[in-house]
């Protein structure tokens, strides 16, 4: 089981540019979900999919944000345009997607907005 | 909404002290309680979960127990090691969502 794979692993960008973040959840998973973190604010649920479907996106701070599964093995997160503000870093969960079933991480993408 | 709140760190401690890193919760039903992990550069990992009252998550030699009475779900450690530092986050499933309420994460630093 090679886990849930998150790429890049660490991202520079200049304010007012795209950025993507990749995520592979782990073969099987059902359920996948975007995570962001800060310093001040801790860990924030930005959005999650239940079989490919967007469930609830009520976490995602503004329209700059977006976020797509076009199949059970691939997410993406993109920011446009990026601010210095969205400096985090942003953390790719899956999970079977049954009842109580906890979460698997991947291992991030550090973003920096300068 | 649901919430968790657990004591804010760093927490610094000598090796082979006994920890507690505490843990409170509010939510509607009967959720299921977690504590995850996160090693420095790396993802959160599960370390322990309980899914109901009175059920005692282990692993590691870290324990929690669910207690339903007083909303709690404390961290505890006999004896840490240099290997144990790193930052530890309660958090909770509810009845009715699907993803996981965070606490704001306790960072442990072992010194040697």
């Known amino acids: 089981d090679a886990g849930v794979i998150q790429s890049p692993r660490h991202e520079v960008t200049e304010m007012g540019q795209e950025v993507t973040l990749r995520c592979k959840p782990i073969?099987?998973?059902?359920?996948l979900f975007w995570y962001r973190q800060t310093m001040m604010r801790g860990l924030e649920l930005l959005i999650y999919f239940n079989n490919n479907v967007p469930i609830d996106d009520s976490g995602m701070p503004e329209d700059r944000f977006s976020a797509k599964m076009p199949n059970a093995s691939f997410s993406t997160l993109k920011i446009q345009p990026s601010e210095p503000r969205d400096s985090a870093v942003y953390f790719c969960?899956?999970?079977?997607?049954?009842?109580?079933?906890?979460?698997?991480f991947g291992n991030g993408t550090r973003l920096t907005v300068t | 909404g649901d919430s968790v709140t657990q004591m804010e760190g760093p927490v610094t401690l000598s090796e082979e002290a006994f920890l507690t890193i505490n843990c409170t919760y509010t939510a509607t039903g009967y959720p299921s309680l977690f504590w995850y992990v996160q090693y420095p550069g790396e993802g959160l990992q599960l370390l322990l979960k309980a899914t109901k009252a009175d059920d005692k998550g282990s692993n590691k030699g870290f324990e929690a127990t669910y207690r339903k009475e007083t909303t709690s779900f404390h961290l505890e450690k006999g004896s840490v090691q240099v290997s144990d530092s790193a930052v530890y986050f309660c958090?909770?499933?509810?009845?009715?969502?699907?993803?996981?309420?965070f606490g704001k994460g306790t960072h442990l630093i072992i010194q040697p």
């Open positions: 969960a899956s999970s079977p997607g049954t009842a109580r079933s906890p979460l698997h």
């Open positions: 958090a909770l499933l509810g009845g009715g969502a699907d993803g996981l309420t």
């Open positions: 073969s099987g998973h059902n359920s």
